[in-house]
Nanobody, 123 residues
């Protein structure tokens, strides 16, 4: 089974920093795009950052400059460095990855999500 396991969430004061990590494990041939999304209660899940297998990144304009996504392909891990955190950043953060598998006959890809980790920024 393929799993995405997150760590690094918690409570931080406004202006502080947190670093989230997400490790993919299981029957994996390769990993394409990885990224992070977040969801506030009662609102739609929104994009935080994505990073391609080649290292190209994408951020929404309102977050660019404060958050940085990176990856370590040797560890099947994606990171999210969050700085200058604001109370409005409080949300459940979800890890995402496009993973290639080999089932013994052919290669195929699926989309996977982590379980989510709570980030709370206090005033």
């Amino acid at each position: 089974q393929v799993q995405l396991v997150e760590s690094g969430g918690g409570v931080v004061q406004a202006g502080g920093s947190l670093r989230l990590s997400c490790v993919a494990s299981g029957s994996i041939t390769g990993i394409g795009t990885m990224g992070w999304y977040r969801q506030v209660s009662g609102k739609q899940r929104e994009l935080v950052a994505t990073i391609s297998s080649g290292g190209s990144t994408n951020y929404p304009d309102f977050l660019k400059g404060r958050f940085t996504v990176s990856r370590d392909n040797t560890k099947n891990t994606v990171y999210l460095q969050m700085t200058s955190l604001k109370p409005e950043d409080t949300a459940v953060y979800y890890c995402y990855a496009v993973i290639t598998h080999f089932n013994g006959i052919r290669y195929y890809t699926d989309n996977y999500w982590g379980q989510g980790t709570q980030v709370t920024v206090s005033s």
